[in-house]
C-alpha cells in the first residue's frame, strides 16, 4: 500500500464527515404509507442537512438466494449504506443511525456485503450454503431475538489490537442489537440510542454487539442504562447471553468466548468502542491504514474517486452489471 500525505481533498473529506455529525436522518412511517409499500421497495426520507435524500430500499432477486440484494437509492441514485449514511443524528444527544439488516424473528443472516461496490445488503453464505440461525435448544424463540444490524460508517480494523481486550477488531462494521417492540424491516434505517455493550471473542477477534433501543420505543424514555433493560425487559439479557454464546453451536464449533467474564459494559463504554470505530472507518476511507478488501465505493461521503466516489450514473451501471443474471427486477428504477 502506498501511504500518501493527507491532500487538500482529505482534508475537504474530514471537515465533510464532520459535518455529517449532525445530519439527520428522518425515517417517516405511517399505517397508510406502510400498506403501500410493495415487496420491491420500502420507502423513507432521509435528511442530510440542508439537502434532504429521498431514499428507497429496492429489493432484487429471490429472497433466500445468493443472487438476492437489496439497495439504497436516493431520487439522485444509489448510495452506499455503510458509506454514504451517516453515524451519528445528533452527536450531543449519543443517538445514531441503525442499518437493520436482520428483522426480529426472522432466522436467515443478512448483512452489508463489505467487498461489493455500494454494499448491498446479502444473504451470508457460508462453506457454499446460505447462512440461518437456528437456537430453539438454547433460548425458546424462534431466529433472531431482536432487530439486528450495523452503524453505518464504522468498521473495526482486523490488524490492529483494539483498546480494550488487546485482540484484533473483526473487520466489519459495529453490530447492534435493537430490543425495541417494532419488528423492522431489513434495510430499515432507525434511530437508536446505545445502552450498553456486550463483548465476544470469534475466531480470535473482538466482536462487540452494541445493546440499543429504537429512541421512538414507548420503553425509551425509561431506558438509558444497561441496567434498566432487566427492569423493563425481564430476562432478555440473559438469553441474549445464552444466544452469542451458541449461535455458532449448530455449525460443529464450540461456544463462543464472551470477553469481561460476559459483563455487560455500560452506556458510556458503547460510546466510546462506537465512536473509536467511526475514527477507525475514517482512517480507511483516506488510505491511512491498510484496507482487507473493504469497498469505500460512495456517491455522496467522498471528495474524490481516490476516496470512492463515483457518480450516481456510475452506481446505476455497477447495479445493472451485478444484477445482469438475475432474471428478477433487473429494472434499475
Known amino acids: ?3 500518501r500525505p493527507i491532500s487538500t481533498a482529505s482534508i475537504y473529506r474530514i471537515l465533510f464527515i464532520a459535518s455529517s455529525l449532525i445530519y439527520t436522518l428522518k425515517a417517516q412511517y405511517s399505517d397508510s404509507d406502510e400498506s403501500m409499500q410493495t415487496n420491491e421497495e420500502q420507502e423513507f426520507e432521509v435528511g442530510p442537512d440542508p439537502d434532504k435524500l429521498k431514499i428507497k430500499v429496492v429489493e432484487n432477486g429471490i429472497p433466500e438466494t445468493d443472487d438476492y440484494r437489496l439497495y439504497f437509492k436516493s431520487q439522485h441514485g444509489f448510495v452506499s449504506p455503510l458509506n454514504d449514511i451517516p453515524l451519528f443524528v445528533n452527536l450531543k444527544e449519543r443517538i445514531y443511525n441503525m442499518v437493520v439488516e436482520i428483522p426480529k424473528g426472522t432466522n436467515v443472516k443478512l448483512a452489508m456485503s463489505l467487498g461489493e461496490k455500494l454494499n448491498p445488503i446479502k444473504h451470508e453464505v457460508q462453506n457454499g450454503k446460505l447462512g440461518y440461525v437456528h437456537l430453539a435448544h438454547v433460548v425458546p424463540h424462534h431466529g433472531y431475538i431482536w ?18 481486550t488487546g485482540y484484533k477488531g473483526d473487520g466489519g462494521p459495529v453490530d447492534v442489537v435493537e430490543i425495541g417492540d417494532r419488528v423492522a424491516k431489513s434495510g430499515d434505517v432507525i434511530h437508536v440510542k446505545a445502552l450498553g455493550a456486550l463483548g465476544l471473542i470469534v475466531d480470535g477477534k473482538m466482536d462487540y454487539k452494541i445493546i440499543a433501543i429504537d429512541v421512538n420505543d414507548p420503553k425509551a424514555a425509561k431506558m438509558n442504562e444497561i441496567h434498566d433493560v432487566e427492569t423493563y ?12 454464546e451458541h449461535y455458532n453451536v449448530p455449525k460443529g464449533k464450540s461456544k463462543n468466548t464472551l470477553a469481561f467474564n460476559g459483563e455487560f459494559k455500560d452506556r458510556e463504554f458503547a460510546n466510546n468502542v462506537t465512536e473509536k470505530s467511526f475514527y477507525k472507518w475514517l482512517l480507511l476511507s483516506i488510505d491511512k491504514v491498510k484496507n482487507p478488501g473493504v469497498s469505500l465505493t460512495n456517491t455522496v461521503s467522498g471528495d474524490d474517486r481516490y476516496q470512492g466516489k463515483i457518480s450516481f450514473k456510475d452506481a446505476a451501471e455497477i447495479v445493472k452489471k451485478q444484477l445482469a443474471g438475475n432474471k428478477l427486477f433487473t429494472k434499475v428504477k
Open 1 to 3: 500500500m502506498v501511504v
Open 147 to 164: 432487530n439486528y444490524g450495523a452503524f453505518p460508517s464504522t468498521w473495526e480494523n482486523p490488524n490492529e489490537n483494539e483498546a480494550y
Open 233 to 244: 425487559c425481564p430476562g432478555l439479557m440473559k438469553d441474549t447471553v445464552k444466544w452469542f
